[in-house]
């Protein structure tokens, strides 16, 4: 079979079923990924006609990985149970709550800005694990906490885990191809010049693009989760958001630029941290009006999880907040200690677990168990075992809780995972039709779409790469060289085509299965993963379209182009939607879960707000009539999108 269109439609189609499972028939990821896998292997049998040996070694390699992966849960679980049951996470919700208890601040602060530093630190879906649990042991609704720590890892994710995707995934993905050979010659570059020179590209294209996520963030968790369900409380703070965004991402593009691509996510992260929480302290660009989650008793079932961290068996709750916090500062501290002493990060990484040539078929991969994110956790949880005193029952229950939730998620990942490897390893090295692989193959697709636009689609190849995989760094190494390739059949920069790729590959994170599965096992989520897919691909539309014009704009500048068109046109629908939330949608939300009529359940609203009950008062009478909170969820959502 050589119809390109044909191989294209098939390659798409496990994505494809198990994308309709999820997100459409909100099936649990422990359903839908073991269909996907099954019709993953069908495909490479029939279509690609691949060694089943090769089949096998492949989902071996993708067991192995997915080891690693519930490794690291449950070191976020441990650390979070550590710290709840300790009575840490008492004081550490009354420190944040110091400085503002308004949670459109908190998940900011700790999401965007913590969030962002966690990740140039670890990488590899390290900020969801650790910002969920903490965000809902300080009183988010768990799919909240969850939907923050997905969002986030979006912009600072290229430069993860010590600049790892543009490291190892641009530099590994480029390598041993003339043709890259040849530019670098021509821009009179060395490689690790030329690979810097892509990174900056990339900070400068998240930069545009992601001063818009954590106004993005707070609105999405008002109109999600607000006991109102008003887009508009997340507008609201604009100025606070815009200004948390530029604290980070200033940096991170100077870092970038003079640094190289290690540091721009990390120290980015850092400093934007350390200037907003200051200036917050003082009150600068706070919220005059706080906004916070109805009662408990009106969240929808859909929204909570099994964990509950709240309710910490420790009485404790003067801790001093260095001590409170001591756990998360070493974890942080040894991640960053880890990644940047070169002896130290040398001798760690000397310590492997080598699966080499499995099954005889070339596939290889490696466990790093002391450099992994995971052990530093664990010794971070250890650490929270002396200096909170805890006893040996405490302990105990600390690891009967996180293995009882990292049980839940080893399913989804357990298929998840071989379904990406046995898509990545479908290549001509282990098939007998002489195809590329499938991932290659959907973008080959594509490319002869767009012909010389794209720059514009580029992105959305990254970001697929990404939502197979579950990591920026794999799909750098999938679709580098294809896009430079792309780039050079086009007559453009290739390195502009690959910087696109990788902005996209950092876009698709918030949609990647198993980083849903894994941030979701953190607070006893799962099966739900389909509802955070419909929320979070909201975010990956966005971005890999403002990066795709971006990046188009770039090359092409200005003009009669489709960059130009669909950035203008992103842009007068962001301006339109805006309106829509300031003028409409609280109205219409009011109306909707009120039950009667818009003017009626507006007024009644209002009414409640201005008697003797309080807002958390108002907003349940508001819904009294709301009916199963489940289905006007679902409806109020939908509506929305």
């Given at each position: 079979?050589?119809?390109?269109?044909?191989?294209?439609?098939?390659?798409?189609?496990?994505?494809?079923?198990?994308?309709?499972l999820?997100?459409?028939?909100?099936?649990?990821?422990?359903?839908?990924?073991?269909?996907?896998?099954v019709?993953?292997?069908?495909?490479?049998?029939?279509?690609?006609?691949?060694?089943?040996?090769?089949?096998v070694?492949?989902?071996?390699?993708?067991?192995?990985?997915?080891?690693?992966?519930?490794?690291?849960?449950?070191?976020?679980?441990?650390?979070?149970?550590t710290?709840?049951?300790?009575?840490?996470?008492?004081?550490?919700?009354?420190?944040?709550?110091?400085?503002?208890?308004?949670?459109?601040?908190?998940?900011?602060?700790?999401?965007?800005?913590?969030?962002?530093f966690?990740?140039?630190?670890?990488?590899?879906?390290?900020?969801?694990?650790?910002?969920?649990?903490?965000?809902?042991?300080?009183?988010?609704?768990?799919?909240?906490?969850?939907?923050?720590g997905?969002?986030?890892?979006?912009?600072?994710?290229?430069?993860?885990?010590?600049?790892?995707?543009?490291?190892?995934?641009v530099?590994?993905?480029?390598?041993?191809?003339?043709?890259?050979?040849?530019?670098?010659?021509?821009?009179?570059?060395?490689?690790?010049?030329?690979?810097?020179?892509?990174?900056?590209?990339?900070?400068?294209?998240?930069?545009i693009?992601?001063?818009?996520?954590?106004?993005?963030?707070?609105?999405?968790?008002?109109?999600?989760?607000?006991?109102?369900?008003?887009?508009?409380?997340?507008?609201?703070v604009?100025?606070?958001?815009?200004?948390?965004?530029l604290?980070?991402?200033?940096?991170?593009?100077?870092?970038?630029?003079?640094?190289?691509?290690?540091?721009?996510?990390?120290?980015?992260?850092?400093i934007?941290?350390m200037?907003?929480?200051?200036?917050?302290?003082?009150?600068?660009?706070?919220?005059?009006?706080?906004?916070?989650?109805?009662?408990?008793?009106?969240?929808?079932?859909?929204?909570?999880?099994?964990?509950?961290?709240?309710q910490?068996?420790?009485?404790?709750?003067?801790m001093?907040i260095?001590?409170?916090?001591?756990?998360?500062?070493?974890?942080a501290?040894?991640?960053?200690?880890?990644?940047?002493?070169?002896?130290?990060?040398?001798?760690?990484?000397?310590?492997?677990?080598?699966?080499?040539?499995?099954?005889?078929?070339?596939?290889?991969?490696?466990?790093?168990?002391?450099?992994?994110?995971?052990?530093?956790?664990?010794?971070a949880?250890?650490?929270?075992?002396l200096?909170?005193?805890?006893?040996?029952?405490?302990?105990?229950?600390?690891?009967?809780?996180?293995?009882?939730?990292?049980a839940?998620?080893?399913?989804a990942?357990?298929?998840?995972?071989?379904?990406?490897?046995v898509?990545?390893?479908?290549?001509?090295?282990?098939?007998?039709?002489?195809?590329?692989?499938m991932?290659?193959?959907?973008?080959e697709?594509?490319?002869?779409?767009?012909?010389?636009?794209?720059?514009?689609?580029?992105?959305?190849?990254?970001?697929?790469?990404?939502?197979?995989?579950?990591?920026?760094?794999?799909s750098?190494?999938?679709f580098?060289?294809?896009q430079?390739?792309?780039?050079?059949?086009?007559?453009?920069?290739?390195?502009?085509?690959?910087?696109?790729?990788?902005?996209?590959?950092?876009?698709?994170?918030?949609?990647?299965?198993?980083n849903?599965?894994?941030a979701?096992?953190?607070?006893?989520?799962l099966?739900?993963?389909?509802?955070?897919?419909?929320?979070?691909?909201?975010?990956?539309?966005?971005?890999?379209?403002?990066?795709g014009?971006?990046?188009?704009?770039?090359?092409?500048g200005?003009?009669?182009?489709?960059?130009?068109?669909?950035?203008?046109?992103?842009?007068?629908?962001?301006?339109?939607?805006?309106?829509?939330?300031?003028?409409?949608?609280?109205?219409?939300?009011?109306?909707?879960?009120?039950?009667?009529?818009?003017?009626?359940?507006?007024?009644?609203?209002?009414?409640?707000?201005?008697?003797?009950g309080?807002?958390?008062?108002?907003?349940?009478?508001?819904?009294?009539?709301?009916?199963?909170?489940?289905?006007?969820?679902?409806?109020?959502?939908?509506?929305?999108?």
């Amino acid at each position: 079979m050589d119809n390109l269109a044909v191989l294209s439609l098939l390659a798409l189609a496990p994505i494809l079923v198990v994308g309709v499972l999820l997100a459409g028939f909100r099936w649990p990821a422990k359903y839908a990924m073991p269909v996907g896998y099954v019709l993953a292997v069908l495909v490479a049998l029939l279509v690609w006609e691949m060694d089943f040996t090769g089949i096998v070694a492949a989902s071996l390699e993708g067991l192995i990985v997915a080891a690693t992966l519930l490794y690291i849960v449950f070191g976020a679980l441990l650390l979070l149970s550590t710290l709840t049951i300790g009575g840490a996470m008492a004081s550490i919700r009354a420190g944040f709550n110091n400085i503002s208890a308004d949670r459109r601040v908190q998940a900011i602060i700790i999401g965007w800005l913590f969030g962002s530093f966690i990740e140039g630190a670890s990488g590899f879906g390290t900020p969801a694990a650790v910002v969920a649990p903490l965000l809902l042991a300080m009183g988010f609704p768990a799919m909240a906490a969850v939907m923050v720590g997905l969002i986030i890892q979006s912009t600072p994710v290229s430069f993860g885990a010590v600049g790892t995707p543009i490291l190892v995934g641009v530099t590994n993905g480029l390598g041993g191809d003339p043709a890259v050979d040849e530019r670098i010659a021509v821009l009179g570059l060395t490689m690790p010049e030329f690979v810097s020179n892509i990174g900056f590209q990339v900070a400068a294209i998240h930069a545009i693009v992601g001063i818009l996520i954590p106004l993005i963030l707070v609105c999405m968790l008002t109109g999600f989760f607000g006991p109102e369900r008003r887009f508009r409380d997340g507008l609201a703070v604009w100025p606070f958001a815009i200004y948390a965004s530029l604290a980070m991402t200033v940096p991170y593009v100077i870092v970038a630029r003079f640094l190289g691509p290690e540091f721009p996510s990390l120290f980015g992260g850092l400093i934007g941290l350390m200037l907003v929480m200051f200036t917050s302290s003082k009150g600068f660009l706070m919220p005059k009006e706080t906004f916070d989650f109805g009662p408990r008793s009106s969240w929808s079932d859909r929204w909570m999880g099994s964990i509950e961290p709240t309710q910490a068996t420790d009485s404790r709750t003067h801790m001093s907040i260095i001590s409170a916090w001591s756990p998360y500062v070493l974890m942080a501290s040894l991640l960053v200690a880890t990644r940047v002493i070169p002896s130290l990060k040398e001798f760690l990484t000397g310590i492997e677990i080598p699966f080499a040539n499995i099954l005889g078929t070339g596939i290889t991969t490696t466990v790093q168990p002391f450099y992994s994110p995971a052990f530093l956790m664990i010794l971070a949880a250890v650490f929270g075992y002396l200096i909170h005193r805890m006893n040996g029952q405490q302990i105990a229950e600390t690891l009967k809780v996180s293995g009882k939730q990292l049980a839940g998620t080893a399913v989804a990942l357990l298929f998840a995972v071989p379904l990406v490897r046995v898509l990545i390893q479908s290549g001509p090295d282990l098939n007998a039709s002489g195809l590329s692989s499938m991932p290659v193959t959907l973008a080959e697709g594509a490319a002869a779409i767009s012909g010389v636009s794209w720059p514009v689609i580029a992105p959305f190849i990254g970001a697929l790469g990404a939502f197979v995989a579950g990591s920026n760094t794999v799909s750098n190494l999938t679709f580098a060289q294809f896009q430079f390739s792309t780039g050079v059949a086009i007559g453009v920069p290739p390195e502009q085509v690959v910087a696109a790729q990788a902005v996209g590959g950092a876009g698709g994170n918030p949609i990647a299965i198993h980083n849903i599965v894994a941030a979701s096992a953190t607070v006893g989520l799962l099966g739900r993963e389909g509802d955070l897919l419909r929320k979070t691909i909201l975010v990956t539309l966005y971005y890999c379209l403002a990066a795709g014009a971006v990046a188009s704009l770039f090359i092409f500048g200005f003009g009669a182009n489709l960059g130009t068109f669909v950035l203008a046109a992103l842009l007068i629908g962001l301006f339109f939607l805006a309106r829509w939330m300031m003028r409409f949608q609280g109205k219409e939300a009011v109306s909707r879960v009120g039950g009667g009529s818009s003017d009626d359940s507006a007024a009644g609203s209002r009414g409640l707000r201005g008697g003797n009950g309080s807002s958390n008062d108002s907003a349940v009478a508001g819904r009294g009539s709301r009916g199963s909170g489940d289905d006007i969820d679902d409806v109020d959502t939908r509506d929305r999108v």
